[in-house]
Structures are given as C-alpha cells and as structure tokens.
C-alpha cells in the first residue's frame, strides 16, 4: 500500500515549447512518457546541422519567450506554437521572420529544429522542480527578484513551514504532485539562469555564481514522471514512501 506524505503544493507550472527560448506559465499540462507534452520539444541551432544553442553562451535568447495557444496540447505543435520577440510582436514558430531577427541579435544564423533530429528529444523527459523558498533564498543572494526569464523550473513547490534546499532530500525518492507519480532523479543544473552578461542585470551574478561553486552548480531537482496524465497548478505535492 502507497503511503503518501503531502508537504506542499504546487505554486507555479513553467513549459519551455523551444530551448533556450523563455517559455509560458500554463495552469496544466498533459503529461507524455516521462515528460510534459512540448516542453523542450524544438530547439535552436547553429545552421546547416551545427551545436544546439544554450542560455549560457547566448543570454540574450531568455529575452524571447514560446508559448502554445492550447494549455493541454498534446499533438500538431508547431501548429500550435508562437514565439514573441523582445519588443513584444509574435509570430509562429514556423515563420522565418523571428528567425532572422535571432540571428540578426546574435551575429551569426540559426536556425529551428525538432529536439528528436538531434537526438536530444530525451531532453522532454527532464522535467526540473525547485521550492520557493530555494527560490527566495536565490534572490536574497542575487540580491534582486530573481525574474521569470531567469526561472527554468518546470514546478516550483510551496512546501509548508519548508526551508532553502530542503528539496534535496527527495533525491532517490518518489513523489506525486497531484494524480502524477514522478521519481526523483537527481539535482539540476537547469532551474536558475542568471547569466553574466544578461541584459540590465539587478543585482550581483557573482554572488550567485558563488552560490553555485558552493553547490556544485546544482539548485533544484530533476525529475521523470513515473506515471500519470496531466498536472496542474494548485496540485498537492507529496513524498512516497
């Protein structure tokens, strides 16, 4: 028999349709194998075939932002998907205009694939989760409110009476959040995005920087869904025993 100890809810659902491109806060999202339906489901590349892009050594394609039209998505996404520029005007995802303006940004072409050409589709199944109060304790040593841009969690946890990091101890474990079983897999790399160099930073990199040397450069969990259908926000989170 499954005993399940609830220790807090979840607060905030993130989906990223394009990586690294900042993503959408959907209030459910169907769930697929061990991942959420068209979280990092395409990603941006050097042309002609080249390296898959990252926020680490483009921090200026956080300022872009993927959504899908539809919360519980689950096939035809491109059809489905928008991508807005920093100025704010959108486009689909198949429209080469917001291509070119990525490329004119960065210097250099680019170019939109599926994640599964590169095979790195397995990249669906690595969802990230993060507790609020790692996240608070993140802006106090940033020094600022850590923006949304900068927030790569999938779940963000409320737990009751939780402290910073406490999450860290699901590692090896399992837990469901709301009616979806998930295994917790490990730390992440992939919760927090505080590039040097970002655009109009407020406050320190560098003291978040430290934070990470101190960790090991993890905050926050990876996790695979074991078993379930969709999650939302507002759903119970608990630990499996």
């Not at 998930?182 to 560098?206: F, N, Q």
Request: proline share 5%.
């Amino acid at each position: 028999m499954e005993l399940a100890e609830v220790v807090g809810q979840l607060v905030s659902l993130r989906r990223f349709p394009v990586e690294p491109l900042g993503g959408e806060t959907p209030n459910e999202v169907a769930i697929r194998g061990a991942g959420a339906v068209g979280d990092r489901a395409f990603e941006l590349a050097e042309s002609d075939g080249g390296a898959a892009l990252s926020w680490r050594t483009a921090p200026e394609l956080l300022l872009y932002a993927a959504r899908y039209l539809e919360d519980l998505v689950t096939q035809d996404l491109e059809n489905w998907a928008r991508v807005r520029l920093p100025g704010g005007r959108e486009f689909a995802i198949s429209d080469p205009e917001w291509i070119a303006d990525v490329s004119r940004r960065l210097g250099r072409s680019v170019a939109l694939r599926p994640a599964a050409e590169s095979g790195r589709e397995a990249r669906a199944g690595r969802l990230h989760l993060v507790t609020r109060a790692t996240v608070r304790f993140v802006d106090r040593v940033y020094g600022a409110s850590v923006e949304p841009r900068f927030q790569r969690a999938n779940f963000v946890v409320d737990l009751t009476g939780g402290k910073a990091f406490e999450e860290d101890e699901w590692i090896g474990r399992q837990i469901r959040i709301g009616d979806t079983l998930c295994d917790v897999v490990g730390p992440s790399r992939e919760c927090i995005a505080i590039p040097a160099g970002s655009e109009k930073p407020a406050g320190d990199v560098t003291m978040v920087e430290g934070l990470l040397k101190v960790r090991g450069g993890v905050v926050g969990l990876e996790v695979r869904v074991a078993k379930g259908q969709r999650i939302r926000v507002a759903d119970p989170v608990a630990i499996v025993d």
